[in-house]
């Protein structure tokens, strides 16, 4: 059962414009979502967060935006850059008792195009 | 500081085999979290080690064991080795609690035949 997912296996986007990437979750507990930007051959890397109080977070050239009554969230890239071809996972925290741990999307690959 | 570090990149193993993989945490961080990551697939977590005692773990079968050591490094132990445990594995260490500075490994790639 897929709590967290990303329908897009790939995105193909021109360099200077704006590149959107969807993420939908089920699980209405998830209070805490996070976007991690992988590259071949490298781990993910921690891009943005949003809490479930917020519905926008911003940094930079990146912005989450997140509808709880739609259980959706998306991450905005503008303007995309070259070095923003990698493959993007959205990430979601089910808490325990006394931890947490990550339930991820299947992800999605941005190309952004010259 | 050399970052998370897994050993080693690649692993071809066979069915029913037994396999170690190892991890060294970020300079600094003493939680360690294992990751399988299918082909096509996000990361699923396999279980989490802090202070040497595993504390929490993902549905994974008892065939995945895991060790922290003194110097908070860790092994991923698989057992019985089946075609399906075929992915990337992957290590992310973290200081404490917070998750966003969690950072993760380049990851194992096992193939087992």
């Known amino acids: 059962d897929q709590q967290v997912k990303q329908n897009s296996p790939s995105l193909s986007v021109q360099e200077g414009r704006i590149s959107i990437l969807n993420c939908d979750y089920t699980?209405?507990?998830?209070?805490?979502f996070l976007w991690y930007k992988k590259y071949p051959a490298e781990g993910p890397t921690f891009l943005i967060s949003?809490?479930?109080i917020k519905d926008k977070n911003e940094d930079g050239r990146f912005t989450v935006f997140l509808n709880k009554s739609a259980k959706h969230l998306s991450l905005h890239i503008v303007p995309s850059q070259p070095g923003d071809s990698a493959v993007y996972f959205c990430?979601?925290?089910?808490?325990?008792?006394?931890?947490?741990?990550?339930?991820w999307g299947a992800g999605t690959k941005l190309i952004i195009k010259p | 500081d050399a970052g998370v570090t897994q050993s080693p990149t690649h692993l071809i193993k066979t069915r029913g085999q037994q396999v170690t993989l190892r991890c060294s945490p970020k300079?600094?961080?003493?939680?360690v979290s294992w990751y399988q990551q299918a082909l096509g697939q996000g990361p699923q977590f396999i279980f989490q080690?802090?202070?040497?005692?595993?504390?929490q773990r993902g549905n994974f079968p008892d065939r995945f064991s895991g060790h922290q050591f003194p110097n908070y490094s860790s092994e991923l132990n698989v057992n019985a080795l089946l075609l399906g445990d075929s992915a990337l594995y992957l290590c992310?260490?973290?200081?404490?609690?917070?998750?966003?500075?969690?950072?993760f490994g380049p990851g194992t790639r096992l193939l087992v035949l």
């Open positions: 990430a979601a925290i089910l808490r325990g008792d006394s931890n947490y741990q990550l339930i």
């Open positions: 699980n209405s507990m998830f209070d805490y």
């Open positions: 949003i809490s479930s």
């Open positions: 300079s600094g961080h003493d939680t």
């Open positions: 080690y802090y202070e040497e005692e595993e504390r």
């Open positions: 992310a260490s973290r200081p404490g609690f917070s998750i966003e500075t969690q950072y």
